[in-house]
């Protein structure tokens, strides 16, 4: 019996949670531009990264910023190919307009 190593898929909602932090930990913001001291970026990046532990266990699994990125990417652009399988369901719905946006 061959047995393979399947990624468990990621909800929309917790993808999304994902691609903002992923945003808040950009240099950009996470450094407010440069205006932060060492100190306040690092508490900053440290409470952050401690949030994305918190998505990662509830997505079961470990997701890298790459990933994140891929997924927003594929889901913001339908000529774009989604970049992994366990996320095709989720992009064939996002490019139909089959899924409802929670506000």
Request: one cysteine or more.
């Amino acid at each position: 019996m061959r047995t393979t190593n399947a990624i468990p898929p990621i909800s929309a909602e917790l993808l999304r949670k994902f691609v903002d932090l992923a945003t808040r930990l950009s240099p950009e913001w996470l450094t407010c531009d440069g205006e932060l001291s060492r100190r306040e970026i690092k508490r900053r990046r440290a409470r952050l990264q401690r949030q994305w532990r918190a998505l990662e266990r509830q997505a079961g699994r470990t997701v890298t910023e790459d990933e994140v990125w891929a997924w927003k990417d594929a889901c913001c652009n339908p000529r774009a190919v989604p970049p992994d399988a366990h996320l095709e369901q989720d992009y064939e719905d996002r490019v139909s307009g089959n899924t409802e946006v929670d506000e």
